[in-house]
């Protein structure tokens, strides 16, 4: 069945230093992979997106890469700031089946 | 203003009285979903959504039903609530699965 796992489960850098969050999936017919960000007591909030037709996204700080063959695809995060500090849901979605699945989460800290 | 209203935010209940968490969007969404969140466990997919009168089990459906009469309400019904349903409960909606999610606020459940 559809499954994502999510790597690591907590993730501690110094500010200014890169932090990257792992994701594989389970089914080659996953076709959309969001990164959600959730800030402490919030709401999930999307930050990027990549489809299966794409092998990289960035946006400023953040990009996206997915591996297809591998099945796996991961959030970089460069530059880090404290404000980034927060837990990180990447997700799958199966449009044959209308599942949309998420990973663990990774809780990221960001030490001034 | 966009957006995913729940109702209630927080509800302390007893076991066996049947609950009622209302989920509305403003956005014509044909999505919608409603998940759990667990420490450890990440965002469950308990239902989904792809339209109205359409919904499909997720990965925990157990103990809990969904209805889609309109297009732009979802609620999550417990028919018996017990202790091991004690969680945060996000709804969400999106145009389609592989587009971006709008999470509710969340609905902190404790049922004892």
């Known amino acids: 069945g559809e499954n994502v796992e999510q790597h690591p489960s907590t993730l501690s850098v110094q500010e200014g230093d890169s932090a990257v969050i792992k994701c594989t999936y389970s089914d080659s017919a996953s076709n959309y992979f969001p990164w959600y960000k959730q800030e402490l007591g919030k709401r999930p909030q999307l930050i990027i997106d990549i489809r299966s037709n794409v092998g990289e996204k960035k946006d400023q700080r953040i990009a996206v890469t997915l591996n297809k063959t591998a099945k796996h695809f991961s959030l970089h995060i460069t530059e880090t700031q404290p404000e980034d500090s927060a837990v990180y849901f990447c997700a799958a979605s199966w449009e044959n089946t209308g599942k949309l699945i998420f990973g663990q989460g990774t809780t990221l800290q960001v030490k001034p | 203003e966009a957006q995913v209203t729940q109702n209630p935010r927080y509800l302390i209940t007893v076991t066996g009285k049947k609950l009622t968490v209302t989920c509305s969007q403003n956005m014509n969404h044909e999505y919608m979903s409603w998940y759990r969140q667990d420490p450890g466990l990440g965002l469950r997919q308990i239902y989904y959504s792809m339209n109205v009168e359409v919904t499909d089990k997720g990965d925990v459906p157990e103990g809990y039903k969904v209805s889609r009469k309109e297009k732009r309400n979802f609620p999550l019904i417990l028919e018996s609530p017990s202790p091991n349903q004690t969680s945060l409960y996000f709804c969400?909606?999106?145009?389609?699965?592989?587009?971006?999610?709008?999470f509710g606020q969340g609905t902190r459940l404790t049922v004892v």
């Open positions: 969400a909606s999106s145009l389609k699965v592989e587009t971006q999610a709008f």
